[in-house]
């Protein structure tokens, strides 16, 4: 924590600072979050100076020139970063600091142990209007004040100049307008309605009042009260649209309801005085009459101003709807002053926007007219920079995404230093976090209170990383994040008390129990009916029953279980109350134990209720693994695996590995039950809609892939089954899913007859420690290949060594034999081809009567020509008929074979069953070439007949 603590401090300190090192007068200048700073420090000053805006672009420090004098002036200092001081001139007895804009404000502070002035300079719009002040001239006293006027009230009042009006205004009462007379009397005897009034922003739009009077600009007329605009009380005159003057002359005073004193009554001689007011200034003093005659050439033009300051208090009272309604009957009006238009604008904007920023995407395009608007009519305002983060946050909020970037991009290149920056990371984290990608969330929000410490929601930023970090499930960074909130803001559960069950959350997974019990417990005592006051409950349960306080946490997980019996915390509860523990990291063996006890089906029910009521929640991502657990209990792999399927769908990082072995342990039950079943196009079923599995292949273990490729084999798809043998016949030979792989390849060479393969992975094998069985497995392959590739040097010794050992398959011994003996059949060692064929043919019958039956004739016909060549002429006659068991009329062999047959017939001395062999040759294959050698040898039978018969005959 120590270590977090220094670094936020180290962030902090890390601001552009360029101090100047002399002795005597130093300063330097410093970037601050919302402003910049400039530091002077002095060697012999001991009191502070007074600052004072000198001009429009300059603030003057005056200092005693002695002080100046004797300090050495400073080396100049590099403000090419500074965005709002321009340069610093150092003066006899001023330093006067010149700014880059008008609209600024400052603030200064002296520290007199270090002799330091702090003057923080920061953006302020009101700056503008700022104006030099009069010129001081030296102040009455109050008693030569009273003794003037008292000199002035006894004088008699002059006649005043007559200016020429239009005739179309009513003369008035030179008294009631005349603002110069320093008689407090007489000016009490004008009108009440003809006093100028204050507007709500204090401003006083006579100037030459302004610089008459020596009272104060702002005068409280009644106390304020907070009330609605249509309520209010209207202490500004207002202009009557349909008031018809009354009667008078030229002579007489407006106002006849109240007669005038002898003192007040004019004069009936007296002219009208029309003061010149500049072209700036809307609100001219007039009678109520005067008014009313001004306003009718223009009855339809608003007072703009005074509707601004509606509109605003509007706002302020946070009536938008009445402020929209203000503004929109002047913000598209023509004679809308040029100096009102950008503030009237912005505020239309401004309401539009809060008004509406809460049901985008309503509202949306207005706002975006109405910023793009006041943007346009002044593109360098200072309300620019703002203007472009709320367009972004809007485009932000309605996914706009490429225009979001562009605002934001336009605000951080364009106006790097201003206040507005620091939001647009903000905004894109908080809209990162909204939409779940918690870790670019969680390195903006980052980015956000390393670079903006101080900024005001910094809390907000961080509450928002550590919650990042918890749901990225980085338990110790986001500890360490909470810490540091705790630190800086340690009341910051007032305002966000339902931080505390993250925080709380937090310290439970780095099992600090006592503070996460400190921090559920202060939540539910702060928000006893709050939400989410039964999850607090549930976990107060689990720490209790993790520091060994069995009782209390059964209480405890009863009364949530009781209280919220369809909450997530109820149902923590009673999960535990099934469970008899926590079992927040399932094992199979332990969840076994857990299913095993006497209560059945009511872990499943809970199970169940936890992942449809709270799917988002991560206990539902534990009840998903434990229900799968329990289906596979119960002998239902197939169902585990559909409940694994949402699993992983959206994996929480913490119980991955508890799912993965889950998953694997449903998939190997699987392959074990149909692959026995021999149906093998089920288990690809579920390798297909499954797509997890195929992301876990890599966990799953050397026998399950192998199974796996089994079934492969078994579908003839080659190319996926030598793809899983092929690795793990790269690890140690030792290992039995080693050997096991090499057994399984050389079936998979075998079948596709890739010979070349075969000798190269005999040869592999030839030093690995094989049993008896392995050994033979792999001898077998490499007498095939040898003999298919013609060599024989290197296949024949296999042969006999497989076919010598009577311990051998007997499938494959018969190979063995079956090869010996078409081999000496080559040499015409009829001996060897006769024992060898005659064994091969006993191996086959027994082992692969229906499977082998090619070879099966093979054998028969090796005996045939053993026996007949040998001169066993009767023998071989037996081993044709048996031959004939196999053949039938549709073998392309059997008329070659029927020939023979008739032949061993008559060698046999047969004469009639080698007739009617031969006839049966002619009848059923009288296309073929052996049915043709039969007819003939039939004819010569014939002819050899008749001779007999003729010679028996002769005398």
């Given amino acids: 924590m120590k270590k977090t603590i220094f670094f936020f401090i180290t962030l902090l300190l890390t601001p552009l600072l360029i101090p100047q090192s002399a002795r005597g007068l130093v300063y330097f200048w410093q970037k601050k979050p919302q402003s910049e700073r400039l530091v002077f420090e002095f060697q012999s000053l001991t009191s502070a100076p007074k600052v004072i805006r000198s001009n429009y672009r300059s603030i003057s420090i005056k200092i005693p020139p002695a002080i100046l004098q004797q300090e050495p002036k400073p080396a100049p200092v590099d403000l090419s970063f500074s965005h709002l001081v321009e340069k610093i001139i150092i003066q006899q007895s001023n330093i006067i600091i010149q700014t880059k804009t008008n609209a600024i404000g400052f603030i200064s502070f002296w520290k007199k142990n270090e002799r330091k002035l702090y003057l923080d300079l920061f953006f302020d719009p009101l700056g503008k209007r700022w104006k030099p002040p009069a010129n001081n001239k030296p102040k009455k006293s109050i008693k030569k004040e009273y ?203 401004n309401v539009l926007f809060d008004l509406y920023k809460d049901k985008l995407p309503e509202g949306f395009e207005q706002i975006v007219a109405a910023y793009e608007r006041a943007i346009n009519y002044n593109p360098k305002s200072l309300n620019v920079p703002n203007a472009l983060l709320k367009l972004g946050y809007l485009n932000l909020q309605v996914n706009n995404i490429p225009e ?73 960074q986001g500890l360490e994040i909470v810490q540091y909130i705790e630190q800086r803001w340690p009341r910051y559960y007032l305002k966000k008390p339902y931080f505390l069950l993250d925080s709380a959350f937090l310290y439970y997974k780095n099992n600090k129990l006592p503070q996460a019990k400190q921090r559920y417990l202060l939540y539910t005592n702060l928000l006893p009916e709050g939400k989410n006051v039964d999850i607090a409950l549930a976990r107060i349960g689990d720490i209790y029953l993790l520091q060994k306080h069995k009782k209390a946490a059964k209480k405890l997980y009863e009364l949530a279980a009781a209280k919220f019996p369809d909450k997530e915390g109820g149902l923590i509860a009673a999960m535990r109350l099934a469970e008899e ?239 010996l003996a078409n081999h000496y059949a080559k040499k015409r060692d009829w001996e060897n081809v006769y024992v060898f064929s005659q064994e091969a043919l006993s191996l086959f019958l027994e082992k692969a009567k229906n499977t082998e039956k090619d070879k099966i004739i093979t054998c028969l016909k090796l005996l045939i020509q053993a026996t007949s060549l040998t001169g066993r002429k009767t023998e071989a006659l037996g081993w044709a008929l048996e031959l004939k068991k196999y053949l039938t009329e549709s073998h392309p062999s059997w008329p070659a074979f029927q020939y023979q047959l008739a032949l061993l017939y008559k060698k046999n001395g047969d004469k009639n069953a080698w007739q009617k062999a031969l006839k049966e040759l002619i009848q059923k294959a009288q296309n073929s070439l052996y049915a043709q050698m039969a007819k003939e040898d039939l004819n010569i039978a014939k002819l050899k007949q008749q001779a007999k018969i003729f010679e028996a005959k002769k005398p």
């Fill in 404 to 476: 979001a970037k562009g605002y934001f991009n336009l605000l951080r290149d364009k106006y790097p230093y201003d206040p507005s920056v620091p939001l647009t990371y903000f905004y894109w984290g908080e809209y990162y976090f909204k939409h779940r990608q918690y870790q670019k969330a969680a390195d903006l929000f980052q980015t956000f209170i390393t670079k903006y410490p101080d900024h005001k929601v910094a809390e907000e930023a961080a509450i928002y990383l550590a919650k990042s970090l918890k749901r990225l499930e980085f338990y110790t």
């Fill in 581 to 819: 523990g926590i079992y927040d990291k399932p094992s199979i063996k332990d969840m076994f134990s857990v299913f095993n006890r006497p209560y059945n089906l009511r872990p499943k029910k809970i199970y169940t209720t936890i992942i449809q009521k709270y799917p988002s929640s991560p206990l539902a991502s534990l009840a998903k693994i434990k229900l799968a657990i329990w289906e596979i209990f119960n002998n239902h792999p197939e169902k585990s695996l559909s409940i694994l399927k949402s699993f992983f769908d959206n994996p929480q990082k913490e119980l991955k590995a508890k799912a993965t072995e889950v998953a694997l342990e449903a998939f190997t039950q699987i392959l074990k039950k149909y692959l026995k079943e021999k149906n093998y196009n089920k288990i690809v079923y579920f390798v297909k809609t499954y797509p997890f599995l195929q992301k876990l292949f890599p966990s799953f273990q050397d026998e399950q892939k192998l199974l796996l490729a089994t079934v492969y084999l078994e579908l003839d798809k080659f190319k996926k089954a030598i793809n899983i043998i092929y690795p793990i016949l790269q690890k140690n030979p030792k290992l039995q899913s080693t050997k096991n792989a090499l057994a399984l390849a050389l079936t998979l060479y075998l079948k596709l007859e890739n010979w070349p393969k075969i000798i190269e992975l005999g040869q592999k094998a030839k030093k690995w420690p094989l049993n008896k069985k392995q050994q033979e497995q792999v001898d077998f392959a490499l007498a095939l290949a040898y003999e298919k590739l013609k060599n024989i040097n290197k296949s024949i010794p296999l042969w006999r060594k497989i076919a010598s050992n009577i311990d051998t398959d007997a499938q494959k011994r018969a190979y063995a034999l079956y090869f």
């Fill in 147 to 349: 003794t003037q006027k008292k000199a002035l009230e006894s004088k008699p009042k002059k006649k005043a100049r007559k200016i020429k009006k239009p005739s179309a205004l009513p003369k008035v009462n030179p008294q009631n307008l005349d603002k110069k007379q320093p008689s407090k009397d007489s000016t009490r005897q004008t009108h009440p309605p003809l006093k100028k009034q204050s507007t709500a922003t204090g401003n006083i739009q006579n100037k030459t009042s302004l610089q008459n009077k020596k009272s104060p600009l702002f005068k409280l007329k009644a106390k304020i009260k907070r009330v609605s605009i249509e309520n209010a009380v209207i202490l500004r005159p207002r202009v009557s649209k349909q008031t018809n003057p009354p009667k008078q002359t030229t002579t007489q005073p407006i106002n006849q309801n109240k007669k005038p004193s002898s003192q007040q009554k004019p004069k009936s001689d007296s002219k009208v005085i029309q003061k010149k007011t500049s072209t700036t200034e809307n609100n001219s003093v007039l009678s109520p009459d005067n008014a009313t005659n001004a306003s009718l050439p223009n009855a339809d033009t608003p007072d703009f101003e005074d509707v601004l300051i509606t509109a605003k208090a509007a706002i302020a009272n946070g009536e938008l709807n009445v402020a929209l309604e203000s503004l929109k009957s002047v913000i598209n009006h023509p004679k809308l002053p040029e100096n009102l238009k950008e503030d009237a604008y912005y505020t239309y904007a």
